[in-house]
């Protein structure tokens, strides 16, 4: 997350998605992945929010969720700007529900293709999970069916519409 975005719809989107999962019993944590000079703001960040950082987590049976905030996505490979599927299925071992922030998208490739790609991988990983499609894409991920479709139902019920929220066709 780099402050030049800070406050931005996707911003405002990252917290509509916090507000949901709080309301159905969830304590939402940040993994922000901070770029760029924040200059101290960087708590600013978690209030707008309404999360907490994921070094406060200290729980492991805890009702939680994390929100990893890469810069551009999900890559194949780990750097500053993107996380890898592996690496958020790792954060499955602690966290109930783990969501990312997904911009990470090629030109001449389909998005639908390319997001059934990443459900495909998380599947093989021993995740499950949708897709938000939107202008501002995000993956939804877990390892328990009954958690991912109470959100699931949840964010249909408060109005978002269900062809926004793509699933896996090979499962």
Do not use: C
């Not at 969720?65 to 602690?94: C, F, M, Q, R, Y």
């Not at 109930?96 to 390319?114: K, M, Y």
């Amino acid at each position: 997350m780099n402050p030049k975005w800070f406050g931005d719809s996707y911003d405002i989107v990252k917290k509509f998605f916090i507000d949901a999962l709080k309301e159905i019993g969830y304590e939402v944590y940040v993994e922000p992945m901070f770029t760029g000079d924040w200059k101290g703001a960087e708590q600013q960040f978690f209030e707008f929010l309404g999360a907490k950082r994921n070094d406060e987590y200290a729980e492991p049976h805890q009702r939680s969720a994390l929100l990893v905030d890469p810069d551009t996505g999900i890559g194949k490979k780990a750097s500053s700007k993107h996380v890898t599927i592996s690496s958020i299925i790792k954060e499955l071992e602690k966290y109930e529900i783990v969501f990312s922030f997904d911009q990470s998208f090629l030109r001449g490739i389909s998005s639908e293709a390319r997001m059934q790609e990443k459900l495909s991988a998380l599947h093989e990983l021993g995740g499950i999970g949708f897709y938000y499609d939107s202008h501002a894409r995000f993956l939804f991920t877990a390892k328990n069916l009954t958690a991912l479709n109470t959100l699931r139902e949840k964010l249909i019920e408060i109005g978002l519409p269900a062809a926004r929220l793509v699933t896996n066709k090979a499962i």
